[in-house]
């Protein structure tokens, strides 16, 4: 299939990819590329990068953060034996182990590398007839639109959380543009990291098709769910609820899980027969730092277990009964058992417009779109009773608790953590004893943005987080 054949340009950019994120060694910086390795100049070469999607484009996202969240565990004996020391300094929301050469942040950089080759590739491209027209602004939306995608994760682990009274002088990610990769990083603010998110997005919206050919490409819908998504993360529920109703319009298929097999290893995603109706964009978090630690090893809290009815089918398709007592989850939107499902779904745009709804006080409405999200989750052999709410606030209370249990290990949990902090009425304290220490994360922590890596610190000279 296109989207998985091998890109001849990989191992060139790999090389210049590690001499950037990779400890980014002068030396590195210094060496010549050998003058007969081929750079993208054509159309086709662009969309080929952008289909690099099983090792670069779709991949490698929000794992620290899905570690550091709340609603799973893992034993002692896991912890100790995690397979990189990130892994471990993430359960614990500590810095007991230096930061270095780690995969979240490198891998991501170079989903963001990838996007500047082919946006500034496109720049210098003369289009040849009006029949490229067409594929020249779908490959520039695509590139955009990873490029947001890949600057959003990123703000959820490295950025401090937004705070409009503070966002100007806070502390975001670097914003590279180009793919020049002698021009080292600065740290931009929280400000001009989600200006630059939300610019790349509206760019792209009129560049974008309605269906893409493959689910690892943008699309419309697609942008509308990550534009809402990233205006979750600000807060920003106005426009948060105009962007997710603006791709439920577009794109409202659900998932009935009463055709799936409660024996099945996985729901499913775009790449089972018949595909997963809900997948508006594929994405999954796959390093090091989740291998062995959120799979094999992810045991699910009995309390949040618990909170799924016994007729709620999600109790029986997202979790695995495990010899010796315990859960472990299942319900991934992808065949796989180490790729987790990051991607941008249905069902969490229906969550995110209830969420908005609720918020602005719409109960009706709130409950309407949460209503259609449960049904297909009910067992259809009993009769669904509508959940209702008395007030906007039960509402709120209701869809949140809703929106946990919906989208476990999807590598949302933690930016949820971040916003709703500073609510005084969803806030709270996280605790974990490994070892005999407890470790303890507080609403409004400075770890709850990750400290950047000590070798890019080092190279770069940009600061580091407060606090850390």
């Not at 859960?327 to 908005?356: P, Q, W």
């Not at 500073?422 to 709270?428: G, I, L, M, S, T």
Request: hydrophobic share 35%; net charge neutral; charged share 20%.
């Amino acid at each position: 299939m296109a989207i998985m054949k091998s890109y001849k340009y990989y191992s060139t950019l790999t090389l210049v990819i590690a001499s950037l994120f990779v400890g980014c060694k002068k030396d590195w910086l210094e060496a010549k590329a050998n003058k007969n390795q081929s750079v993208p100049t054509t159309l086709s070469d662009f969309q080929s990068m952008l289909d690099f999607s099983g090792l670069v484009m779709n991949v490698n996202s929000f794992a620290l953060g899905e570690i550091a969240a709340d609603g799973h565990y893992v034993t002692e004996a896991a912890w100790t034996s995690a397979t990189t020391s990130a892994s471990r300094n993430a359960y614990t929301w500590s810095l007991n182990t230096p930061y270095l050469d780690l995969d979240t942040w490198r891998d991501t950089y170079e989903r963001v590398y990838y996007s500047n080759v082919v946006l500034n590739g496109l720049s210098n491209y003369l289009i040849k007839n009006e029949l490229e027209i067409e594929t020249y602004n779908n490959i520039k939306g695509q590139a955009l639109f990873n490029r947001a995608e890949a600057f959003h994760m990123l703000s959820q682990l490295y950025a401090i959380p937004y705070n409009k009274t503070t966002s100007e002088t806070d502390l975001g990610i670097p914003i590279r543009l180009s793919s020049d990769v002698t021009e080292k990083s600065t740290r931009s603010s929280v400000e001009q990291t989600y200006n630059q998110i939300i610019k790349d997005l509206l760019e792209a919206e009129n560049l974008l098709p309605l269906t893409p050919i493959y689910p690892t490409r943008g699309s419309k819908p697609a942008l509308y769910g990550l534009l809402a998504r990233v205006y979750m993360t600000m807060n920003d529920y106005e426009n948060c609820l105009k962007y997710a109703d603006k791709s439920l319009q577009l794109r409202s298929e659900l998932l009935d899980y009463n055709s799936k097999s409660q024996n099945a290893n996985f729901i499913g995603g775009f790449n089972t027969n018949p595909a997963n109706p809900e997948i508006l964009f594929h994405m999954t978090m796959y390093t090091s730092e989740i291998s062995g630690f959120l799979t094999t090893n992810y045991l699910v809290d009995q309390a949040l277990y618990n909170q799924y009815h016994p007729d709620d089918l999600r109790r029986v398709l997202f979790f695995r009964n495990n010899a010796n007592g315990t859960k472990s989850y299942k319900g991934n939107y992808f065949n796989s058992t180490t790729n987790m499902f990051t991607g941008i779904g249905t069902d969490e745009t229906y969550l995110m417009r209830a969420e908005c709804y609720a918020r602005m006080g719409n109960t009706v409405a709130a409950m309407n779109d949460l209503n259609s999200l449960i049904k297909k989750r009910w067992r259809n052999t009993v009769v669904f009773v509508p959940f209702s709410a008395i007030n906007p606030e039960d509402a709120l209370s209701k869809i949140l608790i809703e929106r946990r249990k919906e989208l476990i290990m999807r590598g949302l949990r933690w930016s949820d953590l971040r916003r709703l902090n500073v609510d005084e009425r969803f806030k709270q304290t996280l605790t974990r004893t490994i070892g005999g220490v407890n470790y303890i994360l507080e609403p409004g922590s400075y770890k709850y943005t990750f400290p950047i890596p000590n070798d890019i610190l080092d190279y770069s000279g940009m600061p580091q987080t407060p606090g850390w």
